[in-house]
């Protein structure tokens, strides 16, 4: 092996590891839990989660889509009043909580009203990281995790 075979190898596996750090870096790593939906009582549901980020950098949760609703959007609870938004942050680091009495997903005009013990899919849509498909199981109308 002759001076220069030797530094392109060098430099070809330093610039290897050099793109692997980056693209690892910059790349939001997100995991969904605690994904639950209260059994509707009308043309309406709720759908509660949350987006775990151990990633080194912030997403953005974009839109929610799901065969169940045709209407699907992603709503902040301020003050007990609830507003439409265009996105939530995952931050780096962070969690992203979608719960009872706060932020939370919205399926209006469903197209049928799942049972308990049955499971809703969503895609959720984030401005970095690919979508994530969830199976969201239903539960009691009263439900609450917090209160278990």
Known sequence: ?????AVAGVLSLTTGLALTACSSDSVPQLEVTGAFMPQPVSDMA????????????TDRLTSVTSTLSDHVSIHETENSTMRMV???EV??????DLERGGNHIMFTELKQRPK???TVSVELHFEKADPITVDIPVKETTYNPKKQ
């Open 91 to 96: 931050p780096a680091g962070g969690e992203l």
């Open 1 to 5: 092996m002759n001076r220069r075979t």
């Open 86 to 88: 265009t996105s939530f």
């Open 46 to 57: 709720a759908g509660f989660l949350h987006v775990k980020n151990s990633g080194a950098t």
């Open 116 to 118: 308990r013990g049955e």
